[in-house]
């Protein structure tokens, strides 16, 4: 896989074969009377069609905002965007609404967490469907749209698609609403699916399911997907990128596989130490991420993940209160890049993080 | 749907009837002598106490209340005869409100030949109600924040500060009497029936009144509720599947936003019914309300009962159409 990390200016005059979704120097910030909220900042990575990033992060890290700027969902008034999203490396940052309303649903479909939330209450499952695909097919009648939505409700494996498009949300369970969901966001053959947090809303068994039908579907329509969430199990079984961010920014940034067993930056070891695993040995802690994400509006000196750092004595001098450390290429591996000011942290992860969290594992690795 | 709505007219008959018994003991204990009324209208207040005694008799009032009460409720229901002095009987059909004591007709015919006025005054007002504050709400959710929606709410905010008489009034004397602009010139209601158009002229200036004053309020329930719906995750999803701008507000927006706001119509349209006092009295409009306000002066107690129930019954029924409305827009509510 050619996933080199996009940093800036890695990916000059590639516009024919760069990869479906481009995204660098992504800024976006919302004026606020309290002062300017950088939500997101200097965010670069991309996507290749049947590829899957995953996005992790805490809330208020950004991972939502920065995929809303992809689809333009962000209103004008109160959102400024900076920097460069291209899709098939047509910019999108600035494109006229409606051009960008072309895309929406077509080329780049959303779905979402909470399905009962984003279903619209007052119509049938089966008209939501019919108009997210009306909306692109205008030639299409009603009657077509109607069949197009029982087939998709049909393909994401709801029962009796003929009668249950009939039904409003409400009507429909919290899984069957996902997958409705789902359907909907596939229904114009979508080549980027943005996932926001699919399953949260979700019991674990259903969960599952829908993460396995989303892999499914992937394989069957080969679509780019970029899967937003907190939960590194669903990473571990999706992605094949994984971004993780902080405080708006990227922190870390590899092959899921990379960043699951070598992370490199304090933050993700944090996360991976809060994944609880029930086959993993009882002598395994989970040890929670000390401290609350920081306030956008004023944001920490240095690294922003300083004051919640247990390594940050590690480092000399006062570093990480005073200098945001860059993005660099973790050892040995430069499709892995970090946001760290740690001279080894592989071997910090390995000696002193790996054993506390997964003392099986350490046999394993060495 | 069906037995939900048969249950609620059972609950509103019993309402009903105990509004019209407060309505009928207000007046048996309180401090007027309705025969006093009777007595001096019909000797042009040459009343002797020998005749008001015969009154008093002819009228009932030295029966027992429950008694009166009785044969009260059996004139609405089957109708009943009424004597007014010593020799003169009327009968009364069902319904039977009862006579006028000033004007000695039925106060159901009355009341039917005043309807028309008021419902005139009410429909065009609703309707201006709706058709100015729902797109003027819209409009305004969809500018939030900007110098033209912080424009629009002050000054309505502004207009709705002054006590509605006052504006009606004022609108009257400027548009009708000082500046006498055509449009304007005859107030009053002039039947339907007889000239379309002279019946449009003669409400016109009531509605605008009334429009001109309700809209405010129904911008700012519309304006709320829209502001709320735009943020809901819907709103977001329908943005998403890439519909245009007016579609997502109107088609996805507005049918949420517009529950509450029915609600709230559906209530106020029911007092525009039983009768607008204000409107009626200064745009000389011989409706339900200027007719109620004279009974109450007059101490005319079949009047003021009969439009006291009025004004119940067309409040229970559009409380019952709210609900009925509210199951159509609404899926999530099943009527049980």
């Known amino acids: 896989m050619t996933n080199a990390p996009l940093r800036p200016g890695t990916s000059k005059d590639t516009e024919r074969d760069e990869p479906l979704l481009v995204v660098e120097d992504l800024t976006v910030r919302f004026p606020t009377q309290d002062g300017e909220v950088a939500a997101v900042q200097n965010l670069s990575y991309s996507v290749e069609l049947g590829k899957t990033l995953g996005i992790v992060g805490e809330s208020g890290s950004g991972k939502s905002v920065s995929s809303m700027a992809v689809l333009g969902l962000h209103d004008e008034r109160s959102a400024k965007i900076s920097g460069s999203i291209r899709i098939r490396g047509r910019e999108v940052v600035g494109l006229p609404e409606k051009d960008m309303r072309k895309l929406r649903g077509s080329e780049v479909a959303m779905i979402f967490q909470d399905a009962l939330a984003a279903l619209h209450p007052f119509f049938k499952v089966g008209d939501q469907l019919a108009e997210a695909y009306q909306v692109h097919h205008s030639s299409a009648s009603d009657r077509d749209a109607r069949r197009k939505s029982i087939e998709m409700l049909d393909r994401v494996g709801i029962p009796q698609p003929d009668q249950r498009i009939n039904d409003f949300p409400h009507q429909f369970s919290g899984g069957m609403r996902q997958r409705a969901m789902i359907a909907m966001g596939l229904i114009n053959d979508p080549s980027l699916l943005i996932a926001d947090e699919p399953t949260t809303a979700l019991d674990v068994t259903v969960q599952a399911q829908i993460l396995d039908l989303l892999q499914e579907l992937q394989r069957e329509f080969n679509s780019a997907v970029i899967i937003i969430t907190h939960d590194l199990g669903v990473i571990a079984e999706m992605a094949d990128d994984v971004l993780v961010m902080y405080a708006g920014r990227c922190v870390e940034y590899g092959t899921a596989k990379e960043i699951l067993t070598h992370p490199e930056m304090p933050y993700t070891w944090g996360l991976l130490s809060s994944v609880p695993d029930v086959t993993a040995s009882t002598d395994a802690r989970l040890i929670p991420i000390p401290g609350t994400p920081p306030s956008l509006l004023n944001p920490p000196t240095g690294c922003a993940f300083h004051p919640r750092c247990t390594h940050r004595d590690k480092v000399a001098g006062d570093l990480c209160f005073t200098e945001m450390p860059e993005l660099s290429e973790a050892k040995g591996n430069p499709a892995h890049v970090k946001r760290c000011h740690l001279p080894d942290p592989d071997a910090i992860y390995q000696t002193d993080v790996l054993p506390e969290i997964a003392p099986d594992l350490v046999k394993d690795n060495r | ?336």
């Open chain 2, 1 to 336: 749907m069906f037995a939900y709505v048969i249950k609620r007219l059972l609950s509103g008959v019993v309402v009903l009837f105990l509004i019209s018994m407060s309505v009928f003991l207000l007046f048996w204990f309180g401090p007027s002598e309705p025969a006093q009324t009777i007595c001096d209208n019909d000797t042009q207040n040459r009343c002797t106490p020998a005749r008001l005694a015969v009154f008093r008799e002819n009228l009932g009032f030295n029966n027992p209340w429950y008694e009166e009460y009785g044969t009260f409720m059996k004139g609405v229901a089957v109708g009943r005869d009424i004597q007014f002095g010593s020799t003169t009987v009327f009968e009364c059909n069902a319904p039977c409100l009862g006579y006028s004591y000033r004007t000695k007709a039925p106060v159901f015919e009355e009341m039917k030949t005043r309807m028309p006025a008021t419902f005139s005054v009410a429909i065009g007002g609703g309707f201006l109600y709706l058709a100015l504050g729902v797109p003027i709400g819209v409009a305004a959710a969809r500018r939030r924040g900007t110098l033209a929606d912080k424009a629009l709410v002050s000054a309505f905010l502004v207009v709705s500060s002054i006590p509605y008489y006052l504006f009606a009034l004022l609108a009257w004397l400027y548009l009708t009497i000082s500046w006498e602009v055509p449009l304007f010139a005859q107030t009053g209601y002039f039947p339907i029936t007889d000239n379309p158009a002279k019946w449009f002229s003669g409400m016109l200036l009531a509605w605008c009144a009334l429009g001109a004053f309700g809209c405010t309020q129904y911008t700012r329930y519309t304006r709320g509720s829209m502001v709320e719906v735009l943020s809901e995750d819907y709103i977001r999803t329908a943005k998403a599947k890439g519909l245009g701008a007016n579609k997502v507000v109107y088609k996805h927006g507005l049918r949420a936003a517009l529950v509450p706001v029915v609600t709230i119509f559906g209530i106020d349209f029911g007092s525009l019914l039983a009768g607008t006092i204000f409107t009626e009295r200064i745009f000389d409009i011989q409706g339900i309300g200027l007719w109620s306000l004279q009974a109450v002066f007059q101490r005319d107690l079949p009047v003021v009962a009969a439009t006291a129930l009025f004004g119940a019954t067309v409040l229970i029924i559009s409380n019952i159409l709210v609900d009925v409305i509210y199951s159509v827009l609404d899926p999530r509510v099943r009527l049980s």
